[in-house]
């Protein structure tokens, strides 16, 4: 079950904590138990514990931060959930993919799975922090589900990757030591150093016209969501900007 020690549902600004409660269960039905909240309405909550039923024991060891960069800054993969399109939008994954990339990655060490509040779904701000999205296929006319509802869903296509992975080779299944092909990505903290770094040259170089921004930045993030460099790539890139800072100064 290392792998799924791993694995991190964020739940950001939710408004019922009924919601909480419920996702909680849901999470616990398929073996996850490591839950973060991010700016909750109301938790602790009586209504929590209630719709939590018998998952109420995981309510305790749930982590409570102030901004979605605190949940997931040390999380080499970050997958946002959401309804439908946002504005700013990233490489978009079926649910089964999602499960598949998530545990993978979470064999070497965090990685998150992020859902919104109930009425508006996630901000532009908190899906710049991911990787890629994911949106349960529903019906066009009527595809947002209950906030638990959508949780249960990913939750169970990890559980599938569990149990193949464990049909497949029951003494290696989640063990990281056991599979180390994978490729390093560098997680949400280093990834956000870098972009300050960038948006920083790109400024003081006068490639930016710091009265019309624009959208680059947006763009720039969108680039590198595609691109999805490794850990070792990201360091090339910044040791070329920290070359570019010295001449500049
Ligand atoms: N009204 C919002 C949906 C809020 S539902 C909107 O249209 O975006 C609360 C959360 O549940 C969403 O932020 C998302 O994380 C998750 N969710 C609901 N329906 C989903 C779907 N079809 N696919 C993926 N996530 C979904």
Redesign the pocket.
Known sequence: MNTFENIRIVLVRTYHPGNIGSSIRAMKTMGLEQLVLVEPREFPSAEANKMASSAEDLLDDAVVVGTLLEAVHDCAMVVA????PRTFDLPALEPEQAANQLFNAAKNGPVALV????????HNDDIQLAHYR???P?NPDY???N?AS?VQILCYELRKQLNSALAAAPDVAGNPEADNSQLVLPNVGIRENFYEVLEEVLNDSGFVNQQHPGQLMLKVRRLFAKAQPDESEMNILRGALAAVQRKLK
Do not use: D, N, W, Y
Request: proline share 5%.
């Open positions: 959930c959401t309804a439908r859902f919104g509040p109930e009425r508006m779904g996630l994911v949106s349960i529903a595809s947002s589900l906030l959508a």
